[in-house]
Every structure is written in structure tokens, then in C-alpha cells.
């Protein structure tokens, strides 16, 4: 890109109305400094402060750039708190971006509080889209899934986990999972134990940095593969599962009418133990299953 073209492409930034009184939601690299936008970092340099996860973080992304910006820290243990700050300086006429250490803010990350809070006092609110780990995760799996279901990072007890997994199992759509390095055995682990070993799984590990990894294999493969080599266990992840197939969404209609029929005669323990004979399911799952029918009926 020659000097003048890039003068024209942050010319093309300038042009746009930036109003004060506006928060602005600013992705950042997920790695990649390179990543960042032209218009991030129009606005940027324009705003009145920065609201960040970590402020050494921000900082020293900033000074790649050469912005220099009154960072303020917002994070997970002070959102509310420091959203009553941010709405006194917005009605005072201040510019201010939110960004997160890494990617999106809001997304699996600290920000939906604080932009909420804003909302809810009346100010306004524009989000300038880039790096998402997720959805670059996607565009490099090759799973053919026109939908996809965010599920984030999975609870780090396990059976929180196996109750967070069961509901997905009948979901058509990619599952996308985000992971850290001394959990993702776990989270494998726990994939394979809730759903079909054919399904094929996409490990996205250290996206846009140096040793970045996309690597797909079935589910039943995917223990051995992470376990053959340590390296593999080290940097972020997001993890993609392909979604059930299309017979197990009339396979979930079908237990739904056997358990119903049995939940009117039986006890719930007895219902499921006879549906699993009926259906070759499960029985724990029918009994989850179970148990939330009857739930759903007594709302009813």
C-alpha cells in the first residue's frame, strides 16, 4: 500500500460521523496486531479515555500503535461499579471506547454490563465489528453447518459440565466452545462422553499468532490426537463440534412421546428406566429428559 492510498483509506475513517456522548465497542486483535482496523484506530486516536479488561495489556497494544489514551480498568469484578463512572463522563459530552484484552468485547469477555448500563441510561452505543476468535474459527473448519450455536467456555466442575452438554446434544447447528489450555483434556473428555463418536471436531488453538493450529478430526480421535504430542494442550482454543445429525432431532420428538405416555402412568425413575428400553437410549439422559418434561408440566 503506497502513502497516499493509506492517507485515502484513513481519510475514508474521517468521514464518518463520530458523536460524542457515544460509547464505542472496539474488537482488537485476538493475536495479530495487524489485525486491528483502519476505523479502530481512527477512533481510537479520537476518543476521550479507553475503558479496558487490563490496563498493562491495553497499554502496550495501544503503544504498538502509537496511541497514548487515559485508560480506565474495567473488568469482570467491577463492571457495575465502573459503568456509573463511564455514564457520568458519556452525559458530559466524552467520547469513550470499550475494548477487551482480546477480540470483542461482550463475547465471552467483560463489557455486556457496562453496555447495558449505558443503554439503559439513555446513551448511545456503536459497535466498530473485527477480530473474533469464533467466527474464525468457523471460516477454517470447513464444517458445513449454516448455523452455529455459541456456547462459550463450559462450566469447570464436571457435572455442571455433563448438565450444560446434555442439552446440546440434539442441536443441528455447530457447537463452538471456547477452552484454556489446562482444561482442554477436560473439556474433550467431556465432549466424548455427551455426544457421537463420528462427529467431527475442529481444535482452533492460538488463532493468528505464531504457532497457530486448525486441526479437524472425529470425535473419537480427538483424545489420542491431543495426548500424542504436549504442544498441543498450550494457547487459547476454540473448539467446534459438528451439530447432530438430522434423524437425531426426530430421534429427541420420539423419546419426548414415549416419555410422555410413560410419565402418565409411571414414576419419573420407572418412566425412564422403561423409555431407555423402548428407545436404546440412554437411561440417564431420558431421565434428565424426563425430569424436565415433568417440569415443564407443572409450569403448565
Known amino acids: 500500500m503506497t502513502q497516499s492510498s493509506a492517507a485515502t483509506i484513513f481519510g475514508e475513517a474521517a468521514l464518518q460521523g463520530y458523536p460524542v456522548s457515544t460509547l464505542y465497542v472496539i474488537a482488537t486483535p485476538i493475536g495479530n496486531v495487524c489485525d486491528i482496523t483502519v476505523r479502530a484506530l481512527h477512533v481510537l486516536n479520537l476518543v476521550d479515555a479507553v475503558a479496558c479488561e487490563d490496563t498493562r495489556n491495553t497499554g502496550q497494544l495501544l503503544s504498538r500503535y502509537g496511541v497514548v489514551k487515559p485508560l480506565i480498568a474495567a473488568h469482570q469484578h467491577n463492571e457495575r461499579e465502573v459503568a456509573d463512572k463511564l455514564i457520568a463522563r458519556l452525559q458530559a459530552g466524552a467520547r469513550i471506547a470499550l475494548v477487551s484484552d482480546a477480540g470483542t468485547p461482550a463475547v465471552s469477555d467483560p463489557g455486556a454490563r457496562i453496555v447495558d448500563a449505558v443503554r439503559a441510561a439513555g446513551l448511545r452505543v456503536m459497535p466498530l465489528p473485527g477480530p473474533s476468535a469464533a467466527i474464525a474459527a468457523l471460516s477454517a473448519s470447513g464444517l458445513l453447518s449454516d448455523e452455529f450455536y455459541f456456547v462459550g467456555f463450559l462450566p469447570a466442575k464436571g457435572k455442571q459440565r455433563e448438565a450444560r452438554l446434555q442439552p446440546l446434544r440434539t442441536l443441528a447447528a455447530t457447537l463452538v466452545f471456547y477452552e484454556a489450555p489446562h482444561r482442554i ?20 488453538r492460538e488463532l493468528t499468532k505464531l504457532f497457530e493450529q486448525v486441526h479437524r478430526c472425529r470425535l473419537s480421535e480427538a483424545q489420542a490426537w491431543l495426548a500424542s504430542d504436549a504442544h498441543r494442550e498450550k494457547g487459547e482454543f476454540v473448539v467446534l463440534l459438528e451439530g447432530a445429525p438430522a434423524a437425531a432431532g426426530q430421534d429427541q420428538l420420539e423419546a419426548d412421546r414415549v416419555l410422555q405416555i410413560l410419565l402418565a402412568e409411571c414414576p419419573l425413575k420407572q418412566a425412564a428406566a422403561l423409555a431407555a428400553q423402548i428407545l436404546g437410549q440412554k437411561k440417564n439422559a431420558l431421565y434428565e429428559r424426563a425430569l424436565e418434561l415433568k417440569n415443564m408440566q407443572s409450569i403448565a
Open 185 to 204: 483434556a477436560d473439556c474433550v473428555e467431556a465432549l466424548a462422553a455427551a455426544f457421537e463418536p463420528q462427529r467431527q471436531i475442529v481444535f482452533a
